[in-house]
């Protein structure tokens, strides 16, 4: 059983800076990458960071590219988002999640090929 455990959340000043961490342990699976996805009450769970775990190449959404990197340390078995100069609009829980396998181009920002998930985090960026 995969399990991811997001860590680093909390309140944050616009034009801060917060890192989280997600660790995921189990056991041995399946993992093409792993993402970072975000949701606020009452509405659609939006896609923010990917990376392709044998690579390291990454994908982001438009609307933190620039302010936010995702990263990963294998021996850990941890992915990471690091997010710089947050904005009020970043207020959100975020949620790592697996990719056990490549879908295809583009894929890694579809939720729908994420299989595993972990119950998030709050991030709350103040004004």
């Known amino acids: 059983q995969v399990q991811l455990v997001e860590s680093g959340g909390g309140l944050v000043q616009a034009g801060g800076s917060l890192r989280l961490s997600c660790a995921a342990s189990?056991?041995?699976?399946?993992?093409?990458?792993m993402g970072w996805f975000r949701q606020v009450p009452g509405k659609e769970r939006e896609f923010v960071a990917a990376?392709?775990?044998?690579?390291?190449?990454?994908q982001y959404s438009d609307s933190v590219k620039g302010r936010f990197t995702i990263s990963r340390d294998n021996a850990k078995n941890t992915v990471y988002l690091q997010m710089n100069s947050l904005k009020p609009e970043d207020t959100a829980v975020y949620y790592c999640?697996?990719?056990?396998?490549?879908?295809?181009?583009?894929?890694?920002?579809?939720?729908?090929?994420?299989?595993?998930w972990g119950q998030g985090t709050q991030v709350t960026v103040s004004s």
């Open positions: 189990g056991g041995t699976f399946s993992r093409y990458g």
């Open positions: 990376i392709i775990w044998s690579s390291g190449s990454m």
């Open positions: 999640a697996v990719v056990p396998f490549n879908q295809g181009m583009g894929s890694l920002s579809r939720r729908n090929v994420y299989s595993y």
